[in-house]
């Protein structure tokens, strides 16, 4: 079964950057967008970012303007490059897959910790 995985995670203090990766083991077909969530410790887990077939995104309001999210088509990548990160960003932060065929593949999380 094809699988997500995510790389890139790691700890950063305030105000720095990382940049997180996702690729599929194999292919799938159909994808219609592909996004980021996170998830904090005794919190649900959210939408962070996503990006349609057409490289159109879609931001959570707490991601704007400091986090881009971007796609290659042909590796079936997507990567979220984070800057200005604060300590409420540290979460498990999870790729997903949509299919227009209403198929989910998700990635097993990576961890991000911002921390002084």
């Known amino acids: 079964q094809v699988q997500l995985v995510e790389s890139g995670g790691g700890l950063v203090r305030p105000g720095g950057s990382l940049t997180l990766s996702c690729a599929a083991s194999?292919?799938?077909?159909?994808?219609?967008?592909m996004g980021w969530y996170r998830q904090a410790p005794g919190k649900q887990r959210e939408l962070v970012a996503s990006i349609t077939s057409r490289g159109n995104p879609t931001y959570a309001d707490s991601a704007k303007d400091r986090f881009t999210i971007s796609r290659d088509n042909t590796k079936n990548t997507v990567y979220l490059q984070m800057n200005t990160l604060k300590p409420e960003d540290t979460a498990v932060y999870y790729c997903?897959?949509?299919?227009?065929?209403?198929?989910?593949?998700w990635g097993q999380g990576t961890q991000v910790t911002v921390s002084s």
């Open positions: 997903n897959y949509h299919t227009y065929t209403a198929s989910d593949y």
């Open positions: 194999g292919p799938i077909l159909f994808i219609a967008s």
